[in-house]
């Protein structure tokens, strides 16, 4: 399969050079931000986008729900979505090419709605006959799931989308999913719960990862500095965005010590004024809210709504 073409400006850009035309634009960008501006990019301006910073080119990322169709960011029967079967259809034919067409398809509806990021995949587990989100996700079996959702997000990206793999990690059931507290041994964490998230990080290098509303052994995963900056960043070479689950985030420094780089939604959030203020009263650094301003960039490089930078251009 033919790799997507990539431009910058309106001319073609090797593909082998992409990565760091992306990467300068990027910094460039970072560079021309005072600490407000920077606080407020990692803050929804309401329930779907980011904030625009005409400043630096940079056009508000929109942001929708798309686990068997593309949501938009409004309800209207003026504006219907095309609805695929469910995720747990879609895995049942054991069909990751088919998975990379429906996630072209998708692709092409966010497009014509407007929307850059697409809320999706869901890779939890089946995990419990009582989940009342199991129609979302794949499949009771890690390895499945992780080849399904591998060939839906290089579907969607393909198409020059952005996807969120979600929800990171342990949040398999609904009963209490907004507080629980999971306590997972290592062994089944990794050969289980983690598995699909490592599988696509890996094989289709997601642009977004949603972070969960839960705990995992103790700590709240918005907070989960060893999960996220260890174990998803440094062991698996994710270099995307990290968004919460809507209000999930609850706390402004353990969240952006904890990696998590947007809180959503708007336009109040832990982030944006609370983070300047943080930074400003000493009590967060300034190069964590850097890192996560880069990530927000990053994608927004690869989504074509940076000026300057390279973009998946669909097929």
């Known amino acids: 399969m033919a790799a997507p073409a990539l431009q910058r400006g309106g001319t073609d850009v090797p593909e082998t050079n992409a990565d760091t035309a992306r990467e300068e634009a990027v910094e460039a960008a970072l560079a021309k931000l005072d600490l407000d501006a920077k606080a407020r990019l990692l803050a929804g301006q ?22 068997i169709g593309v949501r938009g960011v409004r309800w209207t029967a003026d504006d219907p979505s095309v609805a695929l079967p469910s995720p747990t259809a879609l895995a049942a034919t054991w069909d990751p090419a088919l998975a990379r067409r429906a996630g072209r398809l998708l692709a092409q509806e966010a497009r014509r709605k407007g929307v850059h990021v697409l809320l999706a995949p869901t890779v939890n587990l089946h995990r419990s006959p009582l989940g009342g989100r199991h129609f979302e996700a794949y499949s009771e079996d890690p390895y499945l799931t992780g080849a399904i959702g591998t060939g839906y997000v290089q579907g969607v990206q393909d198409g020059g989308v952005g996807t969120t793999v979600k929800h990171f990690v342990g949040n398999d059931a609904e009963t209490e999913r907004f507080t629980v507290d999971n306590r997972i041994a290592p062994r089944p964490l990794r050969e289980l719960y983690l598995a699909p998230f490592e599988a696509i990080v890996r094989n289709a290098h997601p642009w ?12 709240t995963m918005t907070e989960h500095r060893y999960l996220v900056n260890e174990v998803l960043r440094g062991e698996w070479g994710f270099d995307g965005y990290n968004v919460s689950d809507w209000m999930a985030a609850r706390s402004t420094k353990g969240d952006i010590e904890g990696g998590l780089d947007v809180a959503m939604p708007g336009p109040r959030t832990v982030y944006g004024e609370a983070l300047a203020a943080a930074v400003r009263a000493g009590e967060v650094e300034e190069s964590a809210v850097d890192a996560a301003v880069r990530n927000v960039l990053r994608l927004a490089a690869r989504v074509g709504a940076l000026e300057g930078a390279p973009a998946v251009v669909a097929e």
């Not at 986008?49 to 940079?58: Q, V």
């Not at 977004?208 to 700590?219: F, L, Q, S």
């Open 46 to 67: 309401d329930m779907w986008s980011l904030p625009a910073l005409p400043e630096i080119g940079l056009a508000s990322l929109v942001m929708s729900d798309g686990p």
């Open 208 to 219: 977004g990862i949603m972070t969960a509303y839960n705990r995992v052994n103790g700590t």
